[in-house]
């Protein structure tokens, strides 16, 4: 097939030798399976913020570290050069997510290079070799499905040991690989200890997988899993071996309505300085 522009510069170096077909085209990206040298890859185009469809970068962005405080000044005004750092820091966090992930021995793609907003990683596969298809595209039985919902879990805990939350989680960034699932699709990964949506985002996850194993095994809807496995990670419980039971004690304790309603207001303030930058953003473009 006709090399895609973006690709041209890895053909140049040598890091990849051909082209073979587009994989799939979603909200963030573009990938396309290639060769190097012996081996299939993949190599994963990532749009830019006008293309992109995903619309809730903010909160993804909590918690990230940019490497000096003029990078931070410009991407909060939403500057030319802040724009280009919100950017680099979007496409860099699955970069690192993925070799974090990697190296703590979670199943995900094997990350090779990323280079002008290209990520060259493993092309996961099937048992006859094929690509690998995504979770929403294969029936299970019961059995399977309570089989492959442990062993995602146990994931989602291995991430989180690792100081990582996916944030998108579900079926259709889940691949179903000759031995077991693979989770993709990282770059709205956060950093568990630093991001204040952190503990939503990982019963989000969780819930997102029993929603989708609960088709094919009712009995995983009525856990508690997400709220259990984060009780353990904040009491520093957790570990890649640990039993899960999907049961977590009712919080008795009296709420307190003043700094609730505090809280809140704080967070509709947010909101709305947030829309203000992003009008002023658009009518500046």
Known sequence: MKVPKRLMPLLEEGLIDEVL???????????????????????KVYKDAKQRSFRQAASYRDGRKVQNSRQARAMEKGSRYGRQMQEEVWQNAEVNALFQLANAGVRVPQPYICTDGVLLMELVVDAEGDVAPRLNDVDLTQERALQLHAMLLNQ?????CAGVIHGDLSEYNILLAADGPVIIDLPQAVDAAANTEACAMLVR??????????????????ASYGKEIWALYEAGELNVDVELTGYVEPDASPVDMDSLLLELEDSRLEEEARMRREQQLTSTQ
Do not use: I
């Not at 969780?206 to 995983?220: S, T």
């Open 21 to 43: 077909s587009q994989l799939m085209s979603g909200k963030e990206a573009t990938v396309y399976v290639v060769r190097s040298g012996d081996a299939t890859r993949c190599a």
């Open 156 to 160: 989602v805990v291995r991430m989180l």
């Open 205 to 222: 996850d969780v819930n997102n997988l029993a929603a989708y194993f609960g088709r094919f095994a009712p009995e995983v809807l009525s």
